[in-house]
């Protein structure tokens, strides 16, 4: 039996119904890591969180690292498009866009959007497409985006939906973070190509680790 937990109620309602797998739907933090991994005595913990949860991996890092036990990272092959303009940090993107005119589409998510905020002209001109769940709406609220300028809806997306949506509010810029083929980033590279937007892309952080097809392998090969 496996165990599997999941950060939000959102995200649970998507594994709930798996064969052999227990899904606890929780935020641990490392003491609570630490106190969850002697209880339950595992000999694996995988760590299958998104690239640019850092703190999250390092807590996983350091709690399976007190407990002895063996540590097994998933990474995620990424989608590497010439023809989109790469940052290494959101930052570093902030200051490219401050020298640009036009409205601006964001979808990279909730949890950075604080880092767009100093935007000129940010709550006119900056598009949040967002998860549908009340705690992203309220933060991108709180934060000052503008009502009409929040897109709340489940991706990952079409690449006729992505085009639509840059076509309806006249979108120049499009940000998305690095991400697998899976994730939705072709369809939103090629929708910039077809309505004359500019993608633009911040890079997952380096990371070592296995592909998902080698996690698989390696534990067929434990049995």
Known sequence: MTDL??????????????????????????KQMIELFLEKKYNFVVDATHPFAKI???????AT???NIEYLRVVRE??????CKYFDTIEECVLYLNDKEGNILLTTGSKDLNKFVNLN????RVYVRILPMESS??????????????????????EELNTAIINTIDAKYLVTKESSSSGGFTE??????????ECLVIRKPD????????IINYFNIKR
């Open 5 to 30: 937990f999941i950060a939000t109620e959102y995200g649970q309602q998507f594994v709930n119904k798996l064969e052999n797998v227990n899904v606890y739907q929780s935020r641990l933090d490392e």
């Open 56 to 62: 999250v991996t390092a807590n996983i890092m350091k």
């Open 65 to 67: 690292d007190y407990c």
């Open 78 to 83: 990424s989608v590497v498009d010439m023809k």
């Open 121 to 124: 002209n940010c709550d006119r």
């Open 137 to 158: 709406l309220k933060r991108s609220i709180e934060l000052g985006f503008s009502n009409k300028n929040i897109i709340c809806m489940q991706g990952p997306f079409s």
């Open 188 to 197: 939103k590279a090629e929708s910039c190509i077809k309505t004359g937007a």
């Open 207 to 214: 990371e070592s680790g296995l592909t998902l097809d080698e």
